[in-house]
């Protein structure tokens, strides 16, 4: 059997809304969600006599509290089948950044071994086993735009937006998304950060994970409004619970002078990437 060699994208919130707490500790959310397809780890399943994980990226974890591997080992209690077969992961989404590099990882890696394995495990099946892992998780299952719900795990495709180009910024610092969510309902507005909704032709862009990240990290406040004043930008929006916040380009826009302005006036060490998203339709 060929080794089998997967991408797994990183996703951005177009939009992202809080509805409030529920009684399982969760947040209910309402959220569009879009993939970068351009921007995507590799993982690679080669058949092995017993399972294996190696990471390219020494600061990722790779025992069981790795994503990856607890993916692996919920398909073997879900089947009952033993995954004799070594996961080789690629990193090239940025850690802690807001654009679901691990939970996309984590599906990927259900999707690759139950190809190998001969597909025990059906769409359905699939999809609630990816939910006990991780809200985002099921989102990765499919291609395209999706609405999702509930804690996010509810799942329903939509027809993808508009092409957008982008440009992703990251500090080196991180937000730890229950650390998030914990700060949203006691949290406060900056003054001169803009939070409203910014309307594109067919999209309201708004993330009300702003406000606590905002609160806690200020220059991720600073880095949006910069953005947000630059003439090749046409919107700026944190993704997820960050730390990564993006701008929407101007159809004339150079991002790679955008990208080395950033750096040169906020901070030198800022992670960049432009592309754009994903079209199915």
């Known amino acids: 059997m060929n080794p089998l060699t997967l991408k797994a994208p ?25 993939k970068l397809p351009a921007l995507a780890d590799e993982l690679t399943f080669t058949p092995a006599a017993e399972f ?26 879900a089947t009952g089948t033993q995954a004799k077969v070594s996961v080789s992961l690629k990193k090239i989404i940025p850690h802690g950044a807001g654009l679901g590099g691990g939970s996309s990882d984590a599906a990927t890696t259900l999707l690759g071994i139950n190809q190998l394995h001969g597909h025990p495990l059906g769409v359905a099946a699939l999809h609630d086993l990816a939910a006990t892992l991780g ?25 993808s937006p508009p092409v957008l180009r982008v440009l992703l910024l990251k500090p080196s610092f991180s937000v730890p998304t229950p650390d998030a969510y914990g ?30 990240v905002f609160q806690k990290h200020r220059f991720l406040a600073e880095l949006k409004q910069w953005l ?51 079209n199915r339709d």
């Not at 994980?53 to 919920?74: E, M, S, Y």
């Not at 949203?184 to 708004?206: A, H, K, M, V």
């Not at 700026?236 to 040169?264: H, I």
């Open 228 to 278: 947000l004043e630059r003439r090749e930008t046409t919107a700026a929006l944190m993704s997820g619970s960050g730390s990564t916040v993006f701008a929407v380009l101007n159809p004339d826009a150079d991002a790679q002078a955008l990208a080395a302005a950033a750096r040169a006036e906020l901070d030198p060490t800022l992670w960049c990437w432009s592309g754009t998203t994903e």
């Open 10 to 34: 990183a996703k951005l919130n177009l939009s992202l809304r809080v509805l409030g707490k529920r009684p399982d500790g969760f947040h209910e959310i309402d959220t569009l969600m879009v």
């Open 135 to 159: 809200s985002d998780i099921p989102f990765f299952l499919s291609a395209g735009a999706s609405r999702c719900t509930g804690r996010g795990e509810r799942i329903e495709p939509v027809p």
């Open 183 to 212: 700060r949203w309902q006691d949290s406060l507005e900056l003054p001169g950060i803009r939070y409203t909704p910014q309307n594109l032709t067919d999209i309201s862009l708004r993330n009300d994970l702003e406000r606590p």
């Open 52 to 77: 294996a994980f190696h990471c390219d990226d020494p600061t990722i974890p790779g025992d069981a509290q790795n994503l990856v591997v607890k993916a692996v080992r919920a398909f073997e209690s």
